[in-house]
Structure formats: C-alpha cells, structure tokens
C-alpha cells in the first residue's frame, strides 16, 4: 500500500519464498525486497536463484539486524542492500527509487552493525581495508559517492564524468578492493573513514 501509493513506482507481485523466483521471472520486477526470513524457503535460496536469472532485478534484503546471522551471507550473494524492517514509510518509497537507479540502500544502523562484526555477519578485515590505499584519488571520489547510494548516472553527474567514464571508475575499484559488489565497497570506504570526504568538491574532469 505504501509503495502503491507513490505515482512512479508500482508493486506488480508478491510471493512467498517458494514461489518467490518463479513469480520474478514471470513479472520481471525493477526491484525485488526479499525478508531475509521465512517460513518455507529462506531469503538467501531465493536471493540464489534470482542471481542466477538472465537479468535479474536489483534486491534489497529486509532484516531486523538484532537477530540475523546470515546479513554477511547475502551480502556476498549479491545483495543490493539491507532494509530494516522498521523502515520509516516515507522513507521507502525513495529507497526503492534508489535501488532501481542501481545506488546502494543500507542504513546507518545496518552498516554499523555490519562493521562491528555483529555475530555472524562479519567485518572487513584491516587487510581489506588497506587495499583502499590502492584507489587512485578519482576512484575514491567515486566510491564515496557510490557508498552514499548514488546511481553510477548521478555520480557522473555530481562529477562531471561520463556514464562511461563510471562504469570503468567502479569496476576498477571492485577488482582493486576484491569485492564483487557496490555494497561491499561501500562497508569498506565506511571502515577505511572514506564517508566523512565530501565528494561534492571534486571537478576533475572526465580522464
């Protein structure tokens, strides 16, 4: 009802996790927000089986973080962000815009408990983190504003960049930072101290 209610963005199924992948291959949604648990099939099987699909849709897991020990797990299955089940619900409507965009959604209180090592789910190791200081200075600008959520579009905007020019800029930086996706980069430019730089400053141009 909440995201019905929004003008631009329509809720074209749901499903329970058994039916889950098959009904996103039918109705082959922008997003899909998949609970991280449920009673018959488990967030993290349908999250497989919808990475597996030809184009599949960006997901975003809903999880209380209090008592999920397998956030760690989806986030190297490709998830496209965390979404807390008590989401404020004027908040998800954008959330969902930011995800189709292709940006990163993870609140401040899941990143934090991402990175503390919360039991089972995890922190970057400092050698991980090191591998930031491999970033050249553009690339980090990018990062910063990948991890604050913006769509490869919007950071091309904020820098002066082309569409292009960011694709290359991040896929540098998943093969430097030896992640597979935006959501990972983002926890280690979060741990590294990266999200305190303001991007907004940065006017290089497009090389």
Same mark, same amino acid.
């Given at each position: 009802?909440?995201?019905?209610?929004?003008?631009?963005?329509?809720?074209?199924?749901?499903?329970?996790?058994?039916?889950?992948?098959?009904?996103?291959?039918?109705?082959?949604?922008?997003?899909?927000?998949?609970?991280?648990?449920?009673?018959?099939?488990?967030?993290?099987?349908?999250?497989?089986?919808?990475?597996?699909?030809?184009?599949?849709?960006?997901?975003?897991?809903?999880?209380?973080?209090?008592?999920?020990?397998?956030?760690?797990?989806?986030?190297?299955?490709?998830?496209?962000?965390?979404?807390?089940?008590?989401?404020?619900?004027?908040?998800?409507?954008?959330?969902?815009?930011? !995800? %189709? $965009? +292709?940006? =990163?959604?993870?609140?401040?209180?899941?990143?934090?408990?991402? #990175? *503390?090592?919360?039991?089972?789910?995890?922190?970057?190791?400092?050698?991980?983190?090191?591998?930031?200081?491999?970033?050249?200075?553009?690339?980090?600008?990018?990062?910063?504003?990948?991890?604050?959520?913006?769509?490869?579009?919007?950071?091309?905007?904020?820098?002066? !960049? %082309? $569409? +292009?020019? =960011?694709?290359?800029?991040?896929?540098?930086?998943?093969?430097? #930072? *030896?992640?597979?996706?935006?959501?990972?980069?983002?926890?280690?430019?979060?741990?590294?101290?990266?999200?305190?730089?303001?991007?907004?400053?940065?006017?290089?141009?497009?090389?």
């Amino acid at each position: 009802m909440i995201l019905n209610a929004s003008d631009d963005i329509e809720v074209v199924a749901t499903a329970q996790g058994a039916q889950a992948a098959e009904v996103i291959r039918q109705e082959r949604p922008d997003v899909v927000l998949l609970d991280i648990r449920m009673p018959d099939v488990d967030g993290l099987t349908v999250l497989r089986q919808i990475r597996e699909l030809p184009a599949p849709p960006q997901v975003a897991m809903l999880t209380t973080f209090d008592t999920d020990e397998y956030v760690l797990t989806a986030l190297r299955s490709g998830a496209s962000g965390f979404l807390l089940k008590d989401t404020e619900p004027e908040q998800l409507a954008q959330l969902v815009r930011t !995800l %189709s $965009a +292709g940006g =990163v959604v993870m609140s401040p209180k899941a990143s934090r408990a991402l #990175l *503390r090592g919360h039991p089972g789910a995890g922190a970057p190791q400092d050698a991980d983190v090191a591998r930031v200081g491999l970033l050249s200075d553009r690339e980090r600008d990018v990062l910063v504003l990948v991890a604050n959520g913006l769509s490869n579009a919007d950071v091309g905007t904020r820098l002066h !960049l %082309s $569409a +292009g020019t =960011v694709k290359d800029h991040v896929s540098s930086i998943l093969t430097k #930072l *030896r992640v597979t996706s935006r959501v990972q980069a983002a926890l280690l430019a979060e741990r590294a101290g990266l999200l305190g730089r303001d991007g907004d400053d940065a006017t290089r141009g497009d090389g």
